[in-house]
C-alpha cells in the first residue's frame, strides 16, 4: 500500500468520521453527522419526558393522601406532561407533602413526601422506560 493514501472510515448511526493520512503522513480527519440525527434525538427526548412525566403521575398517585381526591386531581391539572415538571397546586398541597406524617390510618403507603416515596420505589422502571424510548444502554 505503499505510495497511496490510507483512508480509515467509522460510519455509526449518527455519522461518520473519515481519516485521511497522505503519502507525506499528514492526517487529516472529517466528522460529518447523519443530516437527521438531531430531529430524531429530539422526538426521542420529547417522548422518553412525556412518558417519565405520564409515568411519575401514575405510579406516584396511590402514595398521595386522598380524602376528596382533589390533591391527586391538582397534580394531573397541574402538569404538563412532556415539561419536565410535575407539580401538585392544591392549596394545602405543600403543607400534606412537607408537614404530614408519612402514613395514613386508612392506607399505609399513602402520606406526606409522596414524590420522594415513590422515586425510591420506582425509579428503576422510570429509568429503564426512559432508555427504551430515547435510545439509552
Same mark, same amino acid.
Given at each position: 500500500?505503499?505510495?497511496?493514501?490510507?483512508?480509515?472510515? #467509522?460510519?455509526?448511526?449518527?455519522?461518520?468520521? #473519515?481519516?485521511?493520512?497522505?503519502?507525506?503522513?499528514?492526517?487529516?480527519?472529517?466528522?460529518? &453527522?447523519?443530516?437527521?440525527?438531531?430531529?430524531?434525538?429530539?422526538?426521542?427526548?420529547?417522548?422518553?419526558?412525556?412518558?417519565?412525566?405520564?409515568?411519575?403521575?401514575?405510579?406516584?398517585?396511590?402514595?398521595?393522601?386522598?380524602?376528596?381526591?382533589?390533591?391527586?386531581?391538582?397534580?394531573?391539572?397541574?402538569? #404538563?406532561?412532556?415539561?419536565?415538571?410535575?407539580?401538585?397546586?392544591?392549596?394545602?398541597?405543600?403543607?400534606?407533602?412537607?408537614?404530614?406524617?408519612?402514613?395514613?390510618?386508612?392506607?399505609?403507603?399513602?402520606?406526606?413526601? &409522596?414524590?420522594?416515596?415513590?422515586?425510591?420505589?420506582?425509579?428503576?422502571? &422510570?429509568?429503564?422506560?426512559?432508555?427504551?424510548?430515547?435510545?439509552?444502554?
Amino acid at each position: 500500500m505503499s505510495g497511496q493514501n490510507k483512508k480509515l472510515i #467509522v460510519k455509526t448511526p449518527r455519522g461518520e468520521v #473519515v481519516q485521511v493520512t497522505t503519502k507525506s503522513g499528514k492526517v487529516t480527519a472529517k466528522l460529518t &453527522w447523519n443530516p437527521d440525527f438531531g430531529d430524531r434525538k429530539t422526538g426521542d427526548f420529547s417522548r422518553a419526558q412525556k412518558f417519565l412525566d405520564s409515568e411519575v403521575l401514575r405510579t406516584t398517585t396511590p402514595f398521595v393522601p386522598i380524602k376528596t381526591g382533589a390533591l391527586i386531581k391538582s397534580g394531573q391539572l397541574g402538569t #404538563v406532561i412532556g415539561s419536565g415538571q410535575v407539580t401538585w397546586h392544591a392549596p394545602y398541597a405543600r403543607y400534606q407533602y412537607y408537614s404530614t406524617s408519612l402514613s395514613r390510618t386508612y392506607d399505609a403507603q399513602r402520606g406526606g413526601k &409522596w414524590f420522594e416515596r415513590s422515586k425510591a420505589t420506582n425509579k428503576p422502571a &422510570w429509568i429503564a422506560g426512559v432508555k427504551k424510548i430515547a435510545g439509552g444502554r
